[in-house]
């Protein structure tokens, strides 16, 4: 954030003035926005409220800012010269249009992480920096020559990396698939995406897991779909819920993330998996399965995938490097029929033209490597160690003020509250005492819950989190 510049021979208030004209002129504070209060910009500033006030005193005397009592300061709607010059209303446009924001929750959450980087972040939904495999992935950027051409890539992705994921997807997660059959992404969301844009259309009936992370993706509803909700605690009746769907819905799509769900944490009863394929194969029902997590199973094999039992070609699979390795390499995959996946690759070539084609390379490099294997197994015992903690915590700071089921794989805890709180005082109250969290209401769940991510805080983080947490939901009570 600016700060004015103590050392200046230019006087504070005139500093402040001229960046808020900047500022305006940039139309970062369009004509009729409301300014941030005397007291408020003074703070953050690190100025007295007086030099605020003289910055002000120079904005409205050149017409550029207008002050009236109970009412605050705000832009000039216009700004005279010759002849009246009027602005573009920027606030309109930022309101119109067919996508939407981010729902409220999330857009505050990262407000105050872009303003308090060291708010002690148990929201954002990706890992620490010291657990993604820097070290092996910079020795492999060593040892290897990328990007022997620099221009745009096959849209469908970079040819050796979808031949590793062959091999990958085959080895890992038991799912048989072609170079052809395999569509490179940015990450699920993208692909989640390109699938409700491209495969569905407004109005059409789509169900989705109750809680859910979908829930929580505005493109859903900007794609004009209607969410229908399977409850989690519900899942075992799928089969049977999902014909009564479709003969009162028409539902088109089903939207699933069987292990570890976001944000439950749950795995989908390995026994009921062939039947909901097989309601699912009855209805010629698509299947989405969101895959994220599989290979972060702490103890024991890793839940089979619905892809892998798939015999009738049902299932369109959605993984991520994200969730495993690094979420900043940005780089997922969909493994669709071969339809599916030139549909979706001539709409990412409208977007974007392909993803670079050196992380690409990157990746192609790493699960091939030697490395792949023992960063896994890391990766694990640092997110189990990480969810004891933070259990140990809730035990400590929280007894009798919340229950959870601690999940055996995956990046969160789901906890719902026993006291009646607000959710949004609650947030609040958390960023006032140097925290963040995930409100339920966010997935669909009300707002008893809570969602803690153990992956993105350090460990000595963890402890000091929750009694954050513990003395924001004590005041509220």
């Not at 892809?307 to 993984?319: E, L, P, Q, R, S």
């Not at 460990?459 to 954050?468: L, Q, S």
């Amino acid at each position: 954030m600016w700060k004015p510049d103590r050392q200046s021979k230019k006087p504070l208030y005139e500093q402040i003035a001229d960046h808020l004209q900047q500022r305006i002129a940039y139309s970062e504070f369009p004509p009729g926005s409301l300014l941030p209060s005397e007291r408020k910009l003074a703070e953050q500033l690190g100025v007295n409220r007086s030099t605020v006030v003289q910055a002000f005193a120079e904005l409205r005397s050149i017409g550029i800012i207008e002050s009236q009592t109970g009412s605050g300061t705000r832009v000039s709607m216009s700004k005279w010269g010759a002849t009246p010059k009027y602005t573009p209303n920027w606030n309109r446009y930022a309101e119109s249009g067919n996508f939407l924001p981010n729902p409220a929750f999330l857009r505050r959450i990262r407000e105050a992480l872009n303003q308090e980087p060291s708010l002690i972040d148990m929201a954002s939904g990706d890992l620490a920096g010291d657990m993604a495999p820097i070290h092996e992935i910079t020795k492999l950027m060593s040892e290897n020559q990328y990007a022997s051409y620099l221009g745009y890539d096959n849209p469908q992705g970079y040819i050796p990396l979808r031949e590793a994921l062959v091999t990958f997807l085959d080895k890992y997660r038991s799912i048989p698939s072609t170079p052809s059959s395999i569509l490179i992404t940015s990450g699920s969301q993208q692909s989640l995406f390109l699938i409700t844009q491209c495969l569905l259309s407004p109005g059409d009936a789509v169900a989705i897991e109750d809680p859910s992370y979908c829930y929580s993706l505005p493109m859903f509803h900007s794609a004009g779909l209607r969410l229908f909700r399977l409850p989690i605690e519900e899942r075992d009746v799928y089969p049977e819920t999902i014909r009564n769907l479709y003969k009162k819905h028409r539902i088109r799509m089903v939207f699933l993330n069987p292990n570890f769900q976001n944000p439950s944490g749950t795995v989908f009863n390995v026994q009921r998996r062939k039947s909901f394929l097989d309601a699912a194969s009855e209805l010629g029902l698509p299947i989405v399965e969101d895959d994220p997590f599989s290979l972060t199973a702490y103890n024991g094999p890793v839940p089979p995938s619905l892809k892998a039992i798939d015999a009738n070609g049902t299932v369109i699979y959605i993984g991520s490097f994200s969730k495993i390795a690094a979420s900043g390499m940005r780089i997922g995959w969909m493994v669709a029929p071969n339809a599916i996946v030139e549909r979706l690759a001539d709409a990412r070539q409208q977007m974007d033209f392909g993803l670079s084609v050196i992380p690409q390379q990157v990746v192609a490099q790493f699960i091939n490597s030697a490395y792949f294997e023992p960063h896994l197994e890391r990766l694990r015992m640092q997110l189990q160690f990480k969810r004891d903690l933070l259990i140990e915590s809730i035990e400590n700071e929280l007894p009798g003020l919340m229950t959870y089921e601690a999940p055996k794989g995956g990046l969160h805890l789901w906890c719902k509250l026993h006291p009646d709180v607000q959710d949004g005082k609650l947030l609040e109250e958390a960023i006032k005492r140097g925290m963040v969290f995930v409100p339920g209401s966010v997935y669909g769940s009300d707002a008893s819950y809570v969602r803690f991510n153990y992956a993105r805080a350090k460990a000595d983080e963890i402890g000091p989190g929750i009694a954050k947490f513990a003395a924001a939901l004590r005041e509220l009570m």
